[in-house]
C-alpha cells in the first residue's frame, strides 16, 4: 500500500511545492529518486502519479518550499498542468480535509537517504541559524554600499563582490546561508521575477565588522531565454540603490565552531562565497588560538578569472593550505580542483581520517561526481574504508555539497 494515501476514502496527501518561496534552484528535482519532480520555465511541480512521498527532496530543500501538502480527493488530484499555472498554493479545500485522518509525517515511507550524497544535518558544534526571516510577502530591503568587480579587467567573466547594509533591521546570517534577491519587474508573460539564490561571502559578524551588513559573490550571466535577469542587475547595482532580499536560507551547509575542527573546502567559481564567509570567521577569530586546519582547493578558468585571488594569496600560509586549479591557462594542461586533491592526496588522507574534519563542496554541478570519485579513491588508498567513512561524514554532518 502506498504509505501516504488514506484509503479508507481514496483521498490523497499531495505534495506540493509552494512557488512563492521556491527559488529555483533545481536541488529537489535533482535529489528525487523516482523523477517525479519537473519544472517548466515558471514552476517546480510535483507529479502525483508518480510521487511516494519518500521525502528525500525534504531535507535538501533551501527554503522549505518543497515541503507543502493538500489533502485532496485522489479522482481530483492537481495535475502538472495546473500546478505549472499557478502563483501560489491553493487553499485546502477544508471539506476534504475535515474528516480524513492523516499521519503528520510519511511515517512507513523510509527516507531514501542513500539518493542524497551530503549531510542533511548542521555539525553538532554549529550555531543555531535563523531561517526566513523575511518572505516574498514581508520581504526585507538593503542599501547597497559597495560593489567592485573580482576578476581582471580582461578577465572574460565579470565576478562582483556586492555589499548589502541592512541598518537596523536584524538579519542575522551565518556562514554558509543563502539569501534570495527579487529584481524588479516582470518577465515576458507578465509575472514578477522570481527570487535568485546567493550564497552569503561575508562572516556572521559582518562584511564590515560590526556592521549589519553582508556580502555577494555575483558572476554576470549573458542574458539569453530569460536568465541573466538577476546578476545582471545586481551586478549594475550603485551604492545607495534599494535591493530587496528575502531569507536567510539554509540550516545544514553551516560550519563547526569548536576551535579544533577541521574545513576542507573544494569549490569552483562563485561557488567560493561560502568557503570566504567561512575563511574570514576563521581569520578573525586566529588570535583566540583555535588550532583547527583549513585546506581549500579552488578552480577557475585562469588566474584573472579566480574570485579574491590577490586577498586568498595574501593570507598566511600557516593560517590556510590553498590550492589552487586552473583549466584554461594558455600553455598548461586543463586541471580540475579534483586532479589537484589526488595530488594532495596524502594531507587530504590525513583530514579525512580526523574526526574533526567537516567537507564543503560549493560550485558546479558538474563537479560533484569528480570531487566524490576523487575523495573516494584518496580514502580507499589510504586504507579508509569508503563506504563507512562517507556514511559516518554525512550523518554527523561533515559532508556538505551546494553545487547548481
Ligand atoms: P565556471 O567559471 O564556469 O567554472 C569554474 C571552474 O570549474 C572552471 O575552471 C571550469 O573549467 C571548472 N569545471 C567545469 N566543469 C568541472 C567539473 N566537472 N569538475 C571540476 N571543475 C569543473 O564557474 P562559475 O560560472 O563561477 O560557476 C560556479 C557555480 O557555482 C555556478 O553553477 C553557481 O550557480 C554555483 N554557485 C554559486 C554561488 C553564488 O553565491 N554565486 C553559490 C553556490 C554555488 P572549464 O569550464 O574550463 O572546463
Redesign the pocket.
Known sequence: MDAHIETRIDILRQHLIDPEICIRCNTCEETCPIDAITHDGVNYVVNAQVCNGCMACVPPCPTGAIDNWRNVLRSEAYSVDDQFGWDALPAQNEEVNAPVEVPAQNDEAPVASDTVRGSTVAPWSAARPYVQLYTHKAPALATVVGNFRLTDAAAS?D?RHIMLDFGALPFPVLEGQ?IGILPPGTSTDGRAHHARQ??I?SPRDGERPGYNNIS????RVQREDGKGVCSNYLCDLQKGDVVTVIGPFGNTFLMPNHPDSHLLMIC????S??MRAMTEYRRRRRATGETGKLMLFF???TRG?LPYFGPLMSLPKDFIDTNL????MPGEA?R???DVMRERANDVAQLLGDGNTHVYV??????E???MQALEFIARSHGLDWPTLWEQLRREGRLHL???
Open positions: 567573466s565576478i543563502s546567493y550564497s561571502a555577494l559573490t555575483v558572476k569552483t567559481g562563485t561557488g562565497a561560502p578552480g577557475a578558468r578569472e586549479a586552473f583549466s584554461r586543463k580540475y580542483v579534483q560549493c560550485g558546479l554541478r558538474g563537479m561526481d569528480g570531487v551546494e553545487t547548481y
